[in-house]
């Protein structure tokens, strides 16, 4: 019988159990549910190998990132990532982030510019926040059209990146109980057939906590629905007291 080789990465997770080493991730919720402040956090975390969420179970393998911000806009997110203390990242660990221009990944240039910046970057994982925002009026409801979309990344995940995409989705019929579900992601669902891994996002009442649900895990078994908070931390920096926001893993839902 022939021997079989299995080309790939030796680890499976830049953040363990949550973001795998290459492929695609979608982090859903609806508008306003935290999930641009949980990316944020992400693209932090791998920047600087630090465990996620100040968590031991998250244990993240440092990775250059690129975040594209083609939603809030330069001035919402510099004060975000002041917020989140991205100004102590030390400048060789420093994410590469293109806010305030208009992006559309539907269109060949704009996607080989991509790439582009990518390799010449050494860039190993892409944050895009939105979906909506970049993919230049897709047909979010078509197969077809979702699926020749999400096939652009397929040359990325091929090289061993992962694409973390930011999108959202229904907010919970009233009455309804239990997590969010996938089926609720805006669109067809060939979105969700083509991830790896993911992620929804459910605020809670009290505005210093959400949840995380893993609701779809390629690589392995799906991990419990966990809390986390976010609350306001006056620090001190260079002689000035300043306030930060810290976010920290609060146990399984």
């Not at 999930?35 to 975390?45: D, I, N, Q, V, Y």
């Not at 809030?72 to 990242?89: A, E, N, T, V, Y």
């Not at 790896?196 to 959400?210: A, C, Q, R, T, W």
């Amino acid at each position: 019988m022939p021997r079989v080789t299995f080309i790939g990465p030796k680890e499976e997770w830049r953040v363990h159990s949550l973001i795998p080493m290459q492929g695609m991730v979608i982090i859903a919720a609806p508008s306003g549910e935290k999930k641009t402040w949980f990316a944020l956090e992400l693209t932090k975390s791998i920047s600087t190998g630090s465990h996620f969420l100040a968590h031991e179970g998250f244990k993240t393998h440092h990775s250059k990132v690129l975040y594209i911000d083609a939603e809030m806009g330069p001035k919402i997110l510099q004060k975000r990532c002041r917020l989140l203390g991205f100004d102590s990242i030390p400048e060789q660990y420093a994410p590469l982030i293109i806010t305030g221009t208009e992006v559309n990944l539907k269109t060949d240039e704009a996607f080989e510019y991509l790439e582009r910046l990518i390799e010449e970057n050494n860039i190993e994982v892409l944050v895009i926040d939105t979906l909506r925002a970049v993919a230049g009026g897709l047909e979010e409801d078509s197969a077809v059209a979702v699926r020749e979309f999400y096939q652009r990344f397929n040359r990325l995940k091929n090289n061993g990146k992962v694409v973390i995409i930011l999108d959202h989705n229904r907010k919970p019929d009233r009455g309804s109980h239990g997590g969010p579900r996938k089926e609720q992601v805006l669109g067809s669902q060939d979105k969700i057939a083509n991830a790896e891994v993911v992620l929804m996002i459910k605020g809670d009442v009290n505005p210093s906590y959400f949840t995380v649900h893993q609701v779809k895990n390629r690589t392995g078994i799906e991990i419990k629905p966990f809390n986390v908070g976010i609350r306001d931390i006056p620090s001190n920096v260079g002689g000035m007291d300043v306030v930060r926001i810290e976010m920290n893993y609060e146990g399984e839902l």
